[in-house]
């Protein structure tokens, strides 16, 4: 199984970024996926959440914002960032669950002026 995530980068403030992550070796369609972000010095936390059923869930400071999505035919699960914050810089990884969980390297994040 790998995943692989793209799409991170430097951006200013309100400025905007989609985070790919495409799988490779699952049937991708069947898990829950989920993007979590680490900032330096925190603890990784929770961004956004997707169901094998559809149901999604954000963190508070993602919502409004964040969108979380996926496109099946592409085995790619997507992180649409809209309104970035200087507090939205992490490195941001992906992750599939099912009976076993999977993460993605990380990709950073840099919102500054």
């Known amino acids: 199984v790998q995943l692989v995530e793209s799409g991170g980068g430097s951006v200013q403030p309100g400025g905007s970024l989609r985070l790919s992550c495409t799988a490779s070796?699952?049937?991708?369609?069947?898990?829950?996926m989920a993007w979590y972000r680490q900032a330096p010095g925190k603890q990784r936390e929770l961004v956004a959440s997707?169901?094998?059923?559809?149901?999604?869930n954000y963190a508070d400071s993602a919502k409004g914002r964040f969108t979380i999505s996926t496109d099946n035919d592409k085995n790619t699960l997507y992180l649409q960032m809209n309104n970035l914050k200087a507090e939205d810089t992490a490195v941001y990884y992906c992750n599939l669950q099912r009976t076993f969980t999977y993460w993605g390297q990380g990709t950073q994040v840099i919102v500054s002026s």
């Open positions: 997707l169901t094998s059923s559809g149901l999604t």
């Open positions: 070796g699952v049937i991708f369609n069947i898990y829950d």
